[in-house]
């Protein structure tokens, strides 16, 4: 009776953690598909097109991966080798790495974008972004190689199970470590995340006050009855503060998981921490495109041409 209640209990869990897989991958698709779609179309681009497009590519990407961890936890069909583990491992750590970065430059260009001509941002303003993309993506390339030993404890998990050793999936743990090579990680990693976090909060801290000096001058210039309506820009600046605010919700969230889990790893709360850390992929082309309506006219006037010559054809 409890292997069947256990049965049960992993089943509802797989399947939230595929729904949550299949929910993100249809919404950054869609989004991705409208910028190539926008590309196509030779509209006009705005500065953060294209780390909105990356971002939707790397949490694409990083939800497959998802699809690939949890069939190994839950229906593991045939056990990895040690070269698919150390992969599949390596390549969630370089895509988690460039989902930061791409945030982090998302956050800082659209600050560029609504800076003054005084400040100091504005001379940014007519650099293409793939000048600060290329930085940010080195950047993400150096902190890779300084945790790419990390790679090298990622192993098939060996035929006697040992309490030193981690569990990542049905197939693959984590090698046990030095006390000074985790801290050494630890220490990397959590610099890492300070630096790139630190950058958004800035960022976003910038934005803010931008959107509190707009509304007095507002409020100043018109009456009540004849306010404006929020500009497309603004729009914009509102949805990447509301990412940015849902990252460092969901980060923090991740964070305290992470810490409770090193001291009861449990598969349950390992599923849980993975529901968390995806959390941010899945939600993020929604909250991107709940305030983009021109999206959906592009869709429609791309696939309204695509029936009709469909139906000429026919014809």
Request: include cysteine.
């Amino acid at each position: 009776m409890n292997n069947i209640n256990r049965l049960s209990h992993n089943t509802k869990i797989r399947n939230a953690i595929y729904s949550e897989a299949g929910i993100g991958i249809l919404g950054n698709s869609f989004l991705l598909l409208f910028y190539i779609l926008k590309f196509i179309h030779g509209q006009r681009s705005r500065l953060t097109d294209l780390p909105i497009a990356l971002l939707s590519l790397i949490h694409l990407l990083m939800l497959i991966v998802l699809i690939l961890v949890t069939t190994d936890i839950f229906m593991p069909w045939r056990k990895w080798d040690d070269t698919t583990c150390k992969f599949v491992m390596s390549l969630y750590r370089f895509l988690r790495t460039l989902s930061l970065c791409a945030t982090s430059l998302l956050s800082i260009l659209q600050a560029v974008t609504l800076s003054p001509r005084s400040s100091c941002l504005a001379k940014f303003k007519h650099k293409y972004p793939w000048h600060m993309l290329g930085c940010l993506f080195l950047l993400s390339i150096f902190y890779m190689v300084i945790s790419s030993p990390l790679i090298t404890y990622i192993t098939a998990k060996p035929n006697l199970t040992s309490p030193s050793f981690i569990y990542l999936t049905a197939s693959c743990s984590l090698a046990p470590m030095s006390y000074s090579v985790h801290h050494t990680f630890y220490i990397l990693l959590t610099s890492r995340d300070i630096i790139f976090v630190g950058l958004m909060l800035l960022s976003s801290g910038s934005m803010v006050t931008f959107l509190y000096r707009h509304r007095k001058q507002s409020q100043f210039l018109y009456s009540t009855s004849l306010s404006l309506k929020p500009s497309v820009e603004q729009r914009a600046m509102r949805t990447i503060l509301c990412l940015m605010s849902f990252f460092v919700l969901m980060y923090t969230l991740d964070s305290i998981i992470s810490h409770i889990k090193s001291i009861d790893d449990g598969q349950i709360l390992y599923c849980v921490h993975i529901l968390t850390t995806y959390g941010y992929a899945t939600v993020s082309p929604f909250l991107i495109l709940s305030t983009e309506k021109h999206k959906l006219t592009i869709f429609r006037s791309t696939f309204g041409r695509m029936v009709s010559i469909m139906l000429l054809r026919d014809g």
